[in-house]
């Protein structure tokens, strides 16, 4: 880092005047001022989606995550509850665990031995005499963090004050509880992830999710290495799909309609790529309700759901987005299996991941690279408005929000609208 | 540790010929290096994989990786890498590799084990990347000259946070 990164920056315009119901402004990418007042205004006053629940499956469990800038730990205590703490010693701030996931009765700073407890109690400091007999370790915890969970994604926030997790999600619950049945009777599991940077500003991947306008041209090649019936059920805009805005910046772009509840319609005909997996299901001796539910579950949700800020649940998979600077965001694609299902099931799963996600994807590089293009082309013309009007022509009311064609930014406008309210506050 | 074990065989060594595996390795790396993915694709056989992981542990069919290609998918990638329809890959990063430091793991009938390091650097946009792999190949003898059957990049930070890539390791 070279001192220049230090200097003040100045944000010249209220951040609430940089957004507009149909378009928004340049600086939104690129005004390290108002990264900053965004970490402090969004990341630290709302829900931060940082793990699954099956991720620390088990009392001890633990996993890295970040709340904005800040890094945490995910634990499951003794006691079965999940604690997230900030990842600091009390004592002089060195990170007390840099093991990315794994099993632990305690944490341990590297720096002077302070010890502490799952749930980020100070149990213990070497040669404790010199601190005097009024040394009080109750009040030397670990920071932790409120804690909520839905549906066994866990969130975390700074703010002690804000609504409960199920009143901020809202409408996006009955989406998400549609989301998990791609369990296909079994509870959903992490099974592996990709993570990757791109040079971007986080709103560039915020707006991403429910874009559905962009996935014929991006991912073109994806879709021509499909065989005609997948590429057929990729064929979104054909069909009766649609984009909703949810409230508090969430929104859902409906891709496969026939694949937004997953218990229904199993007598349709199993898809030539499942064929396979299918018969490996018959041979196993599952009976052919279980095997279409489990075939039907496999390829995933037909809608992406985008949680604002950080993330997504789409297909098969979380995306979820960290913001590291102005310029730079980090991703996860976590690759979700049943838990306890079929092995030849969840397999079929991560080869469908490493199809599409990752940094050798047939998608994932191809959004890298048009994020990218974003970050670079707002570097000119600074003074040009970035368009978020697509699809007001004809959107109508929805059963919770604005609803416009597959193809329309009211995904974006949800996001931009939820962020014009945080940042005026 | 089997650089030791290869030292205490020099019969194997002599057999396999060390110079010509490093020469195969050397051709392909150049192959890459030049986007002459329907050479590349001639360099295997029908049954084996090409594989990026991301964590510890060689079962890579229960895992999830960066990459796991059997021969259609390898096909399919190459495809996609062709068409041009990819902004990824169409124009595709530049790159310049180096493999070295050969180690000659085992050798089992006309199977052979062979291990090394490659960097590759890239360059797009102007701005140039490094990355670093263990390679381990599994290399038969056919007919038709050396093939690989099998061909595991293991990158340093393969757990960790990596950028998209429009190329092959």
Redesign the interface.
Same mark, same amino acid.
């Given at each position: 880092m070279s001192l220049d990164h230090s200097q003040p920056h100045q944000c010249q315009a209220r951040p609430q005047d940089l957004v507009e119901h149909d378009r928004v402004q340049t600086p939104l990418y690129e005004d390290a001022a108002l990264f900053d007042e965004e970490m402090e205004k969004i990341f630290a006053h709302t829900w931060v989606f940082v793990a699954h629940g099956s991720e620390v499956p088990e009392k001890g469990s633990f996993i890295l995550s970040w709340v904005g800038l800040q890094p945490v730990i995910v634990v499951r205590d003794r006691k079965g509850d999940i604690n997230v703490l900030v990842n600091r010693c009390r004592h002089r701030a060195a990170t007390v665990c840099e093991v /990315?996931k794994g099993k632990t009765s305690s944490f341990q700073c590297p720096y002077h031995g302070w010890g502490y407890g799952l749930d980020g109690s100070l149990r213990g400091v070497p040669y404790p005499e010199q601190y005097g007999e009024d040394f009080d370790k109750a009040a030397l915890s670990m920071k932790r963090l409120r804690v909520d969970s839905y549906q066994n994604m866990i969130f975390a926030t700074l703010d002690e004050s804000i609504e409960p997790l199920a009143e901020f999600l809202g409408p996006a619950k009955k989406w998400i509880d549609l989301f998990m049945k791609q369990g296909g009777g079994y509870p959903v599991k992490v099974?592996?992830?990709? !993570?990757?940077?791109?040079p971007m500003n986080w709103k560039i991947q915020l707006e991403n999710t429910t874009d559905a306008y962009h996935f014929p041209v991006?991912h /073109?090649?994806?879709i !021509?290495?499909l065989d005609k019936e997948a590429e057929a059920t990729f064929n979104f805009f054909d069909k009766a799909g649609f984009v909703e805005d949810l409230g508090n910046g969430h929104s859902v772009a409906v891709m496969i309609p026939e694949l937004i509840d997953l218990d229904e319609n199993l007598d349709d005909p199993i898809p030539e790529r499942f064929a396979e997996l299918a018969q490996a299901l018959r041979d196993e001796g599952f009976e052919e309700q279980k095997v279409r539910k489990i075939v039907r579950a496999t390829g995933g949700a037909g809608f992406n759901l985008n949680l604002f800020p950080n993330v997504s649940l789409s297909l098969a998979f979380f995306r979820v987005l960290r913001p590291v600077s102005v310029k730079e965001t980090?991703i996860r694609h976590v690759?979700l299996g049943m838990d306890g299902g079929p092995?030849a099931a969840? *397999?079929m799963r &991560? *080869?469908l !991941?490493?199809?599409f996600q990752? =940094? &050798?994807g047939?998608g994932? =590089?191809?959004d890298?690279?048009?994020w990218?293009r974003v970050q *670079?082309g707002t570097l000119g013309g600074k003074e040009l408005p970035i368009l978020v009007n697509r699809g007001l022509v004809d959107e109508v009311p929805g059963v919770d929000g604005p609803r416009g064609h597959l193809s329309a930014e009211t995904g974006m406008r949800a996001s931009y609208q939820m962020w014009k309210r945080m940042m005026a506050q | 540790m089997s650089g030791i074990k290869t030292m205490e065989r020099p019969s194997d060594l002599n057999s396999i010929g060390l110079q010509e595996l490093t020469a195969f390795v050397w051709r392909e790396a150049d192959i890459l290096d030049r986007c002459d993915y329907d050479a590349w694709l001639a360099l295997w056989t029908d049954d084996g994989h090409y594989i990026?992981p $991301?964590?510890p542990g060689e079962n890579y069919?229960?895992?999830?990786?960066?990459?796991?290609d059997d021969a259609k998918?390898r096909k399919? @990638?190459i495809? @996609?890498f062709q068409?041009g329809?990819? $902004?990824?890959?169409a124009p595709p990063a530049d790159t310049v590799r180096t493999v070295s430091r050969f180690v000659l793991d085992r050798v089992d009938g006309d199977e052979i084990v062979l291990r090394c390091a490659e960097h590759v650097v890239e360059n797009k946009?102007g701005r140039q990347r490094l990355y670093a792999a263990n390679l381990t190949y599994t290399l038969v003898r056919t007919d038709g000259g050396l093939k690989i059957r099998d061909k595991v990049a293991r990158l340093l930070n393969s757990?960790?946070?990596?950028?998209?890539?429009?190329y092959l390791f």
């Open positions: /990315k099974l592996g992830e990709h !993570q990757f940077t791109v991006v /073109k090649s994806f !021509q290495s980090a690759c092995a969840n *397999r &991560m *080869r !991941q490493e199809h990752g =940094p &050798m047939f994932t =590089p191809d890298a690279e048009v990218e *670079r | 990026v $991301i964590g069919e229960d895992q999830v990786n960066v990459c796991y998918m399919m @990638r495809e @996609r068409q329809f990819s $902004i990824s890959s946009f757990e960790g946070e990596l950028t998209a890539f429009s």
